[in-house]
């Protein structure tokens, strides 16, 4: 079983949508969760952080998170052809290791 | 305040040469971690420096070492390089290796393998 399951995706919204991403971790101890965005051919770029149970609002992005689902999820509202990325989710368990998601392949269609 | 710099961006080497990859981290970022992204496997963890110190390893062979320095800089090396080596080496720093402390990446350095 792998760490960090990512939906497989890819995704295509059309502009103007929501587009919902969504991972599940094996490590139930783990704390702290991450979104990364990552544009063809370009490094990772964080973009949210969440470490409590609930809902955190940054700008067109909403992360979730529910620690007894062992469950963590992003949303973009109001997609962009801009937001057209691959996101990767990240898992930082109790050894401090990060771990990655294989990520999801999202198009915005204009 | 500048990013996490690797150096250098791009490298072609031949199978069993080794290499050195450079990384200096954001200013005042005492924790540097370093990853290999590939098509198949995705981001994986090679290891995690704090104060100098390797503080986490992932599951590599030991033809993989890094080194911090003092300064916080830190090193890659990959020694009898494997055709499978061909990734894209990453980066990032964070402030500590604490456990809230959200990683920033580099640019990463592209090896391809000969």
């Known amino acids: 079983q792998k760490e960090v399951e990512q939906n497989s995706g890819p995704l295509s919204v059309p502009e103007g949508a929501i587009a919902s991403l969504n991972c599940t971790y094996s490590d139930r101890g783990s704390q702290s969760f991450f979104w990364y965005r990552q544009y063809s051919g370009k490094s990772p770029e964080l973009i949210m952080s969440?470490?409590?149970?609930g809902d955190k609002e940054d700008g067109r992005f909403t992360a979730q998170l529910n620690k007894a689902s062992q469950y963590v999820s992003l949303l973009i509202r109001d997609s962009q052809p801009s937001d057209s990325a691959t996101y990767l989710c990240?898992?930082?368990?109790?050894?401090?290791?990060?771990?990655f998601g294989a990520g999801t392949t999202v198009t915005v269609r204009a | 305040k500048a990013g996490v710099t690797q150096t250098p961006r791009y490298l072609i080497k031949t199978r069993g040469q080794q290499v050195t990859l450079s990384c200096s981290p954001i200013?005042?970022?005492?924790?540097v971690s370093w990853y290999q992204q590939t098509p198949g496997q995705g981001l994986q963890f090679l290891f995690e420096?704090?104060?100098?110190?390797?503080?986490n390893k992932g599951n590599f062979p030991g033809r993989f070492s890094g080194r911090q320095f003092s300064n916080s800089r830190s090193e890659m090396n990959v020694s009898t390089l494997e055709l499978g080596d061909s990734a894209l080496y990453l980066c990032a720093s964070s402030a500590s290796s604490g456990r809230n402390q959200p990683q920033h990446f580099g640019d990463g350095t592209r090896l391809s393998i000969l």
């Open positions: 200013s005042g970022h005492r924790s």
């Open positions: 420096y704090f104060s100098e110190t390797q503080r």
């Open positions: 969440i470490y409590s149970n």
């Open positions: 990240a898992v930082k368990s109790n050894d401090y290791k990060l771990s």
